[in-house]
């Protein structure tokens, strides 16, 4: 009772504190709440799920927030391997106000943990999403939960996760006045004896707050594996959303994942699911609905019918909530959302460093629709340019827009400015939102003279590869379907000094190898100088697209260093003991080739190669048992060690 008692002096001590602060805060100011500070996190087994549960102290009741994102990092735990499957990770509300509050579980977000198997221990990844909706109810003393679920063991894996809060205090573009929860739970999906369209009953909202706006919130994720259509993880099946006998809204709960900028995964990352990639946040579906006068309103949500009459193990696990809003409080105000290229956030990593064309997302907060806006961008302290959109942008509604242009930083990092300004012509109602700065990494310098190196795997069918200007000129390409399999391609590349983004595209969303997929093969992509020199090797296990941009100018670094070298590729990485090792140096090198059992307690495989500089490497260890085995390459002056797994199979 002691210890509760001083707690509570502790919180309203901190909360005067606050409340001090808040008085004289600006707007635009940014607090950072963290619930959770490097937790570790792991399964329980025995009932497939195991909340972590944290106190946070927010604002106090009263202080305004224009916008909520809550950072999400994980990262590998001390001594212990990542996580290996890919598991609903839910972020939930649970208390607000003291320990007798009633419990609840308000889902702000929703992730799915990646396959962490095969990440080193130093790996870590940050996403993002915003939670500024919720806001409402981030006020003072919240309890905060992160539930984990998932059956795997717990002694040997899990995570390291951090939520981190970032509040940006000013008035809300739209001011809450209310919140509901809807339908909330796992729902069965293809069950007849539960049929998910009578558990997804119709509701009737009342516009009890006397607001303008009725926001809609839902996460929804299908899961399961059934015989049948692998459902609902697996099938790509419609939802509909009704406002009385409207309908208002079709789309399919489904998501591309070759492109997952967390990449390559150990497990089938590539592979489409429904409504959620491993290792990425599941974005929610948002619905602006009008209200007038104090009028009722019927929502309802109908999912394509589905039956599995044999073993129906199917379901939907879906969260919604309404938010009640008053009418947005300003005509004209355009928001800079996010600044997508250049920025550092491992998100955008696939399409960042660039040395060209910004790209930015922009947000219509204000009443009216923007026609028009003006976009001034480039180096602090340097002249900028200056772009004019039109369009037609509604209220509450985004955009991303790419701009014209090169960003060349001199001197390492460069702090680059975006600023929006005049909308529809006229003076934006709040500024603060209007601008925002990248930090800018300077992208590879190459020469003039490159050798694009491509092997073709055996789905070559898929692959194309296409060498633009920053402007948009092509320079090179090789079009889908012009590509045979196995052949190996030099293509010579003469260039001018600029700035080049070269685009290599898998239709398949494959790669140029991928586990499950061995009988596709394997391919590489490199650029090369013109002595065949490594410049720069591309991850193969790349799913959908590699995106890449590089400057050419005189007197550009070195080739890849000698140390870092060989490169050094297993195919297929998990095999019945036959499989192809692709080794790549610089110049004809003479090494030495040893496999041993994962507790190196027996050498399964020796052999000494000489003048080698490219070659494939067929490797036969199908007469030991089922395992893991390191391969591993010795040099004069560097050792190479990689993984693989036997198993018949």
Not at 15 to 22: D, E, P, V, Y
Not at 53 to 78: M, N, V
Not at 352 to 368: D, H, L, Q, S, T
Not at 501 to 521: C, I, Q, R, S, Y
Request: aromatic letters at 12%.
């Amino acid at each position: 009772m002691r210890n509760i008692v001083i707690l509570r002096l502790i919180l309203l001590l901190i909360t005067g504190i606050l409340l001090s602060a808040a008085a004289g805060a600006a707007n635009g100011d940014v607090i950072h709440v963290v619930s959770h500070d490097r937790i570790k996190i792991v399964t329980d087994p025995s009932r497939g799920y195991n909340p972590y549960r944290s106190w946070a102290l927010f604002p106090p009741t009263g202080t305004e927030y224009r916008k909520i994102i809550l950072h999400i990092r994980y990262q590998c735990p001390d001594s212990l391997h990542c996580g290996e499957w890919d598991y609903i990770d839910n972020i939930f509300i649970r208390r607000r106000g003291s320990q007798e509050a009633d419990t609840g579980k308000i889902e702000m977000a929703r992730m799915i943990s990646p396959y962490g198997w095969r990440f080193g221990p130093d790996w870590q990844f940050n996403w993002q999403t915003d939670i500024t909706d919720f806001g409402i109810l981030l006020h003072d003393s919240v309890e905060i939960e992160f539930n984990h679920t998932g059956y795997e063991k717990n002694d040997d894996r899990g995570w390291v996760v951090t939520l981190d809060f970032e509040i940006t205090e000013g008035p809300p573009a739209m001011r809450c006045l209310g919140f509901d929860t809807l339908w909330c739970g796992s729902f069965p999906y293809g069950d007849s004896t539960r049929p998910i369209e009578n558990l997804l009953s119709p509701v009737t909202i009342k516009n009890r707050t006397g607001g303008s706006i009725a926001r809609l919130r839902i996460l929804q994720t299908g899961h399961g594996m059934d015989e049948q259509e692998n459902c609902a993880e697996f099938c790509r099946k419609y939802r509909r959303l009704f406002i009385g006998d409207s309908l208002i809204d079709e789309k399919y709960i489904w998501r591309e994942c070759g492109d997952n900028p967390l990449y390559p995964q150990a497990g089938t990352w590539i592979f489409d699911r429904a409504g959620w990639c491993p290792g990425a946040v599941v974005p929610p579906d948002i619905y602006d609905i009008p209200l007038t006068g104090d009028s009722a309103v019927r929502l309802d949500i109908e999912m394509e019918p589905y039956l599995n009459p044999k073993n129906p193990t199917a379901n939907f696990f879906i969260h919604s909530h309404l938010f009640y809003y008053a009418q947005p409080t300003a005509r004209y105000d355009i928001t800079l959302e996010e600044v997508i290229a250049p920025s550092v956030r491992d998100e955008y990593s696939r399409r960042n460093p660039v040395c060209a064309n910004p790209r930015i997302k922009v947000k219509n907060n204000g009443k009216e629709i923007i026609s028009s806006f003006a976009v001034q961008y480039g180096f602090i302290g340097e002249e900028n340019s200056i772009y004019n959109w039109s369009g037609n942008l509604t209220p509450q509604k985004s955009l991303e827009i790419t701009l014209p242009g090169a960003i060349v930083p001199r001197g390492g990092k460069r702090d680059y400015l975006i600023r929006l300004d005049m909308p529809n012509g006229q003076p934006d109602e709040y500024p603060p939102d209007n601008s925002g700065t990248a930090t800018i990494m300077p992208v590879p310098l190459l020469g003039t003279d490159l050798i694009l190196n491509f092997r073709a795997n055996q789905d070559s069918t898929h692959n194309f590869y296409i060498l633009t200007e920053a402007s948009g000129g092509i320079i090179f390409e090789r079009k889908l379907g012009t590509l045979s399999a196995g052949r190996i391609y030099h293509d010579t590349l003469r260039l001018l000094p600029g700035c080049y983004n070269l685009v290599f595209g898998d239709t398949a969303g494959d790669g140029l190898e991928f586990w499950f997929n061995p009988e596709g093969g394997y391919g590489y992509l490199r650029l090369l100088d013109m002595k065949g020199h490594l410049l720069k090797s591309f991850q193969a296990d790349f799913g959908s697209e590699i995106d890449y941009w590089f400057m050419v100018g005189e007197n550009p670094p070195l080739a890849v260093p000698e140390d870092t070298l060989p490169l050094v590729t297993p195919f297929p990485p998990r095999n019945s003991g036959k499989f192809d090792i692709d080794i790549f140096f610089n110049e004809k090198t003479d090494f030495r080739l040893e496999i041993w059992t994962e507790d190196s307690a027996k050498l399964v495989f020796r052999r000494d190669y000489r003048e080698i500089k490219a070659a494939f490497l067929p490797i036969d260890i199908s007469a030991e048992p089922e395992g893991i085995y390191f391969v591993k390459v010795f040099t004069e002056s560097n050792t190479i060690v990689r993984r693989v797994r036997l198993k018949r199979t």
